[in-house]
Every structure is written in C-alpha cells, then in structure tokens.
C-alpha cells in the first residue's frame, strides 16, 4: 500500500480555494468514546453529499486532541502525541486554547462546505460544542493578506506523505498524521505602512514573484520557519489559508500537518523567540497568534476502527 493510501485525504490533498476549519470541544469527558464513534461516520457524511460535481472533490481530515484521544483509546498510544504548550519568547505569547475534535474541509465551494460542517455537527448530537469556527478562502494567486505567496517551500509529489504521514517509525499509527491549528490576526494596518523591500526583508522573499532573497536575514520569516536537524530540513505541509471581513479582525489560518510533533514545537519555539539564540521572527510583530492546538488525524483505517 502506497505511503498516502490510508490517510484522510485532506492530510495530503491538493490546494482548493475554500477551506472550513472547526475545533470542538466535548460537553462532558464520558461522552469521548460516543463522540469518536460519531466522528468516524463523517466519510459517509461526505459520500452523502453525492457523487458528482463538485461534492467528489471534498477533502476533509478528523483529529484528535491528546486528553480526548486517551480517553478514547487509553490502551493505544501514538508516540508522538501531545497537547500543545503555550510558548513564551521575545516575541510575546503563543496560546495553548487546546480543543477535543478538529475539522478540516476543503473544497472549490464554501456552501459545500458549510453543508457538510453542518452536517458533521448534528451527528454529534450535544456530544461537543464549536469553540472555534473559521471560514478561509483563497486569496487572489494563493497569498496571504500581507501580500505574499504562502507555502511556496510546501513539500510536493513523494516528498509530501513522508513530511505529513506517520511512518514504520510508529507502525500502528501508520498513515495518520499531526495536525498543528492556529489562527492568527494581522495588523495590516501596520505592515501596509512598510515598504516593499522591507516587507520582502521580513518575510525573506520577494513579493511579485516569491523569489528567495540572496541575503535574508536570519530574522526573517523564511529563516526562522525552517527547521534542519544535523543539516536536514525537517518538512511540514502547509494548508493554510486567509480569513477575514472588511469590519472586523483578518488574518491567517494556519493548519500544518507533519508525521511528528517535535518538528511543529520546534518551528513554533523559533517563530516565537524561544530558542537559545533569542532571535524571533520578525513576521510575529506584524500578527499574532489568538488560538492553537495540537492533533492526532488517524489513519481512515483508524478512524473506521472508532466506529
């Protein structure tokens, strides 16, 4: 079986221009098992929307938070898994808002999306409650409302199930993946004052055409995102996309899926100013971070086996 094979789809699907983002939380922690027993029904959820048009190309992913999956499966463990920690640096805060059920949808249509958001919700029937609900959309040719193209080092072809997927590293959790969920809010005010070539100067590319700048700082975006260990990058995969409305707060949805948590807190910890060397990226004094949480998207093999 192919690495990707028996993964969620939307760990290691393609781009679509809408996304829906959904984290809950259970009502009450005896209801974790009936609650993960309801979540596996969402392939069918899915294959209810139809089988033509624009319901074939729905990608969706489920996941769970550590204190929700060990309540679930307190025998069966990913090795890997965990909450997320609220980080401190010279950046300022990140929050661990934590959440029990994470939702992914991703399609050409936000009403699709909708629809089967809703849907997914009445099948939990009181079992859990939103805490979070972010509608994205694709911004002009895939950039951030700062004005920069996002994901433009994402992983691609093979190398792609091997940054996001779990491997023979932990067998029984084979084809599931850790999901990283943030949203950030933009002080676009701010950043539009900057230049252009500051602005390229913070992110760590150019802005027309996303090119690598030949002497970025090591404070720049692009720098601190990136994490190697001995000298080897350590992938994630990046599905993030912009939120926002004309009166009210805009910014990013950052979701990040990878095959191991220590990768994600290692990225986060370099963004934030956390790290020995104290430098922060400087992208942070431009947002910040409102919501965040850690978790583990089984395999479909998994999830059914909630079920």
């Known amino acids: 079986m192919a690495a990707g094979a028996a993964c969620q789809a939307a760990a290691i699907g393609g781009k679509a221009p809408f996304a829906l983002f959904l984290v809950l939380q259970c009502a009450d922690p005896g209801q974790a098992r009936e609650a993960a027993r309801r979540c596996a029904g969402l392939p069918a959820l899915v294959r209810g929307l139809g089988s033509g048009g624009v319901a074939a190309r729905v990608e969706t992913a489920v996941g769970f938070g550590a204190d929700f999956w060990d309540a679930v499966s307190p025998g069966a463990r990913p090795r890997e898994l965990r909450a997320l920690p609220a980080i401190q640096g010279t950046a300022g805060a990140m929050p661990a808002t934590g959440g029990d059920i994470f939702l992914h949808i991703k399609s050409p249509r936000p009403d699709v999306n909708l629809e089967l958001a809703r849907r997914f919700v009445a099948s939990l029937g009181g079992a859990a409650r939103a805490i979070e609900e972010v509608h994205a959309f694709r911004h ?168």
């Open 140 to 307: 002009r040719d895939w950039r951030d409302l700062t004005g920069f193209i996002d994901g433009t080092a994402n992983p691609a072809g093979r190398e792609r199930p091997r940054a996001a997927l779990i491997g023979p590293e932990d067998a029984a959790f084979a084809g599931g993946s850790f999901v990283l969920a943030q949203r950030y809010v933009h002080d676009l005010a701010r950043w539009e004052r900057l230049a252009v070539a500051e602005q390229e100067g913070v992110i760590g590319r150019t802005k027309r055409d996303s090119r690598e700048l030949k002497r970025a700082p090591e404070s720049a975006h692009i720098r601190r995102a990136e994490l190697r260990v001995e000298g080897v990058e350590q992938p994630i995969y990046r599905q993030s996309l912009p939120y926002g409305s004309a009166s009210g707060e805009s910014g990013l949805y950052f979701a990040a899926y990878a095959r191991d948590t220590a990768r994600l807190l290692a990225m986060l910890n370099r963004l934030m100013g956390a790290d020995p060397d104290g430098l922060h990226d400087r992208l942070m004094e431009f947002t910040r971070p409102v919501s965040g949480a850690l978790f583990f998207v089984p395999s479909l093999k998994a999830l059914k086996a909630l079920g």
